[in-house]
């Protein structure tokens, strides 16, 4: 194996490690993701105002008929399945990284102590799980609503 692939395995697939990796590899992979879905997006309303070629028609009807096409392949449920995915990452995303910005301030970091058998690193305190876990209750909260906006799967 190479040490690239190594190195992407570790940091892809985090199963024998604690819920620091865990936050680690959710953090980088939402982070990622948010990117790609805003580049998307920017090609996306691209196409739908139609691009520098529909101001030189003057009836617009080009830009009409772009709007409709771009319409009709997004109504697709695989899209709205991604958008789903998206709100959890980006629910994640903020509230993780809101988390992490404390951390890095000093608010949530525990007292050092001294290495013990057995030794739990004071990277991730009480606080800090909280806020960890907190992040994904409402990520998945904006699961649950983004579902019920895509797909009407809460009857009330």
Do not use: C
Not at 101 to 113: I, R
Not at 121 to 132: D, N, T, Y
Request: proline fraction near 6%.
């Amino acid at each position: 194996m190479s040490r690239l692939s190594i190195a992407l395995k570790t940091w892809l697939i985090p199963v024998r490690y604690g819920l620091e990796r865990w936050s680690y590899t959710l953090q980088r992979v939402s982070g990622v993701a948010i990117i790609l879905f805003f580049v998307m997006h920017i090609a996306e309303t691209g196409n739908v105002v139609g691009g520098p070629t529909v101001w030189t028609i003057p009836p617009y009807e080009y830009a009409r008929q772009v709007w409709n096409e771009t319409k009709e392949f997004l109504a697709n449920p695989i899209f709205d399945i991604g958008l789903v995915l998206l709100a959890f990452m980006i629910f994640f995303h903020t509230f993780n990284g809101i988390r992490l910005t404390l951390v890095h301030f000093g608010v949530l970091l525990e007292k050092p102590k001294r290495p013990e058998y057995p030794y739990h690193p004071g990277s991730m305190s009480k606080a800090q799980r909280a806020l960890f876990w907190l992040s994904i209750v409402l990520a998945t909260a904006a699961i649950i609503y983004s579902l019920d906006v895509f797909f009407k799967v809460l009857q009330i």
